[in-house]
């Protein structure tokens, strides 16, 4: 059973991170983590409109048709650090119709715990996303993007400089986001930071500006 992340610094990277399908029993560590996370944004004087309902709906379901788990968590040992929800779709918000015709997946609501802030762990979970979708095994094709958005230009232009997205303005029906997608791609590097659930590893920092190819 996970618990919330752990404030001290001593706790980190004990073992290597796991990303797991969010069940039911979740439900209320997520919302304190996301509530931790929009406390400190406001604290911090950001006051941006975060997808919260995306993930905290969500917790414990499947995609229609799919089943494939919508909320996936990040978790260092036992420690919840991270949380977002993917889906097989791309919203009808901002992108364009031919754009919303592509086979996608889009990460939506992703939070990560503030004691975990320097860590970045946001580009960690995007590049899980980004091998996840590759690795994955549709019956109707590949996938041919990881999309997301924000409405952040700080956000959005740290991850085209570290995630590797290309950052595009959003339709007029969203002016005031940033639309971001990526190419699904295998990343075996990432196994230096994600463990498999029935196998951990051992500690592993991450390193900054790391090949991850």
Known sequence: MPRLGALDAASRFRDQYEMRPATRADEEL????????????????????????SVVDNVGTSEEARDRPVVWLLLNG??????????????????????????????????????????????????????????RDDTDGPLWWVRGSTPSA?????????????????????????????RPQALPGLARWFAPAERPGLPARPRKGWDLT
């Open 154 to 182: 700080r956000v959005a232009e740290y991850a085209r400089e570290h995630m590797g997205v290309t950052v595009m303005n959003a339709a007029r029906d969203a002016p005031h986001a940033f639309l971001m997608q990526r």
């Open 30 to 53: 997520v919302l304190e983590l996301i509530t931790a996370r929009l406390k400190e944004l406001d604290l911090r004087g950001h006051e941006l409109a975060l997808d919260r309902a």
């Open 78 to 135: 036992l420690d919840l650090v991270g949380c977002m929800a993917l889906r097989t779709s791309t919203p009808d918000w901002g992108w364009s119709l031919r754009e919303r015709q592509d086979k996608a997946l889009t990460i939506s609501g992703l939070f990560t715990h503030p004691a975990y802030r320097w860590e970045r762990l946001s580009r960690y979970m995007v590049w899980w996303a980004v091998d996840h979708a590759w690795h």
